[in-house]
């Protein structure tokens, strides 16, 4: 077998352990479930909405929705599930694919040691889950790094600055945070004309039109299709001030400690070289302007700290350019015994950086009961021994959604109007009109007034509950839809409201006065066999009888 083939072997090696651990981890999230319902209903002719005639921005992943609503269009009826988890791996897979290309090219040839950062992708938790969650996390991160590699490319050849361009302004369609990179990179760019005390003024053009030729016009048509500048959900979760940017602090920190630390530590090896390289400043920028996005939107709400992703690609050829920067100044070889024991030392460190990354889904997997946690809302145990396939707890949720959401869609009269939160999985398995009580999209929620901004979990503390009551719901879910292994009494529900939203309509005397509790039995055993929920007095709309507990 040629010497050169081997590492491509490897490569593809690499690729293959990365889509086993995708489906060993199998990790899925509720949120995905909006893009779904909004691209399902374009596919329907019903426009980029979430409830029909209602045009609020709920999402924050045009191109991502755009191309599940070409599926939806072209599949009728098919499920998009299966089918964002196999496009999420396919361009997980894609960023493998341009993390090991630009790694070999900066090694000069195809070398075992450029193999690092792809392998520390590959093992990397959060990459994993969310490549397999359903969101267009991948997409976006597969363009930030093929844009930044093209835009080093191009300032280091002073040429073809048309292509990254493009990629920056499709990963801006595919999620708006995308600008930050944009405007990362320009910053670069526009002081390293004013350092060389020139301004290329074609080079600069070059650079800019294309992106306009692409953003503006999606910028002009958001505008006139829903009214505002930004998406709703960045009203619905960023309020600013100090709380929400010391959340996002505590974000970035909890992430370098169950994720990114070994690999910024070794990053920091690049600190011994004489002359960085362009791509090291660049790639710096781009994970710097990320972090000072974080901390100002206040982090995420969700697992696995999808906001890190994008730059993940980043941190991974940084830290293998600086194990191998501290390497090459160690320079102990094999010529004693005591030179060889450090570089097996070496190795051991590498590898326990490497797989350092997986600790948060690996482990879970081969030894679940030593991770087993209570859900107290639920009442059971995550990994659950009684389903295998719910190592996670959202996995487990969206299943407890999508139970209630195809039961109203089968027993409650069309058009009748159901107020729950979250908003994903019990919007996509029903057709009935929904009120999104945590405002992502519903407008008015999105701009209810939030004193406490910062001081609970990101993209989940907006709450109008009167503004909910006044719309008259034909039925509020609580208890983050109580669909669980018994009937809940009135009495239960005050332990199982976790949200400020939900919170609300409780202590409203509105709700108790206009909303009995029905409670309806789904099956003899398992985790969904009864399903508890508010139905409004004077509405008997019912298909089929609904027994009260």
Known sequence: MPVKTVPVIAAAGI???????????????????????????????????????????GYTNFLWTSILG????????????????????????????????FSWSIRGGRSGAGLIAPTFLALQSPFVAWSSGGLETMLFAFLVFAATVAYVRAVATDSGFVRPSVLFALAVLTRPDGFVFFAAASLHLLTGELRARRIGWQ????????????????????????????????????????????????????????????MLALSLGLRLMRCRP????????????????????????????????????????TGQEG??????????????????????????????????????????????????????????????????????????????????????????????????TPAGAIGYYMDLPLIDMLGLTDARIARAPLPTAGQGRA????????????????????????????????????????????????RDPTFHRDYVRETVRLADHGLFQYFTFYRRRDNHTWSVPSPSS
């Open 203 to 262: 080079r600069l053009l070059a650079w800019t039109l294309p992106f306009a030729a692409i953003f503006l016009p999606y910028m002009a048509w958001r505008w006139w299709y829903y009214g505002y500048l930004l998406p709703n959900t960045f009203y619905a979760k960023v309020d600013g001030g100090l709380a929400q940017h010391l959340r996002g602090a505590r974000y970035a920190a909890q992430f370098l400690i169950h994720a990114g630390a070994p």
């Open 278 to 317: 362009l791509w090291v400043r660049v790639f710096a920028l781009q994970i710097a302007a990320q972090l000072a996005y974080v901390f100002y939107v206040g982090g995420d709400g969700l697992a696995f700290y999808r906001f890190f992703v994008p730059v993940l690609p980043f941190a991974a050829v």
């Open 15 to 57: 690729v293959l352990g990365f889509v086993w651990h995708c489906w060993l981890t199998d990790y899925v999230v509720d949120d995905a479930f909006i893009t779904f319902r909004y691209a399902r209903n374009l596919a329907r002719g019903l426009g980029l909405v979430f409830n029909p005639g209602d045009y609020v921005e």
């Open 70 to 101: 070409g599926v939806a269009w072209l599949l009728p009826g098919s499920d998009l599930l299966p089918v964002a988890q196999g496009l999420g791996i396919l361009f997980g897979v894609a960023t493998l694919v341009a993390v090991t290309r």
């Open 323 to 420: 194990a191998l920067a501290i390497w090459r100044r160690l320079d102990v070889g094999w010529r004693t015994s005591r030179a060889r024991r450090a570089t097996f030392g070496a190795a051991a460190v590498l590898a326990v950086a490497l797989l350092y990354g997986a600790r948060a889904s690996m482990p879970v997997y081969a030894f679940p009961a030593a991770y087993r946690w209570f859900e107290p809302q639920s009442e059971l145990s995550f990994p659950h021994p009684g389903a295998a396939r719910y190592l996670w707890f959202d996995n487990y949720f969206v299943d407890r959604l999508a139970t209630a959401a195809r039961w109203l869609n089968a027993h409650a009269a069309p058009g009748s109007l159901v107020a729950a």
């Open 459 to 506: 993209g989940h503390e907006r709450a109008d509950g009167r503004y909910v009551l006044s719309r008259r719901p034909d039925y509020i879910l609580l208890g983050n839809v109580a669909v669980l292994p018994r009937p809940l009494v009135d009495a239960d529900f005050p332990a199982k409201l976790t949200l400020a939203a939900e919170h609300q309509i409780w």
